[in-house]
């Protein structure tokens, strides 16, 4: 993914939320899930901090993304 880590990050965060949101969860529901909290969801969702290519590989694997997906965004 091409672009300054800031255009990557939050490129990553608009993916994150839009894969939560076709699912209709909510982050609490996200994080209740994955044993997470639902502020670490929307963190993650809203750039705010870095986001660890595990958490993306867990979210992914919940939301049930394909593994091209995947691998795209834990790249991000």
Do not use: H
């Not at 255009?7 to 994150?16: G, H, Y």
């Not at 901090?49 to 834990?74: H, N």
Request: contains cysteine.
């Amino acid at each position: 993914m091409a672009g300054s880590p800031t255009a990557r990050r939050r490129r990553l965060s608009i993916e994150l939320k839009k894969l939560r949101e076709q699912s209709a969860l909510t982050c609490a529901q996200v994080g209740q899930a994955l044993d997470w909290s639902g502020s670490k969801v929307n963190r993650m969702e809203t750039g705010s901090g870095r986001v660890q290519p595990s958490d993306v590989d867990a979210l992914c694997r919940f939301y049930v993304t394909s593994d091209e997906l995947r691998e795209f965004l834990k790249r991000s």
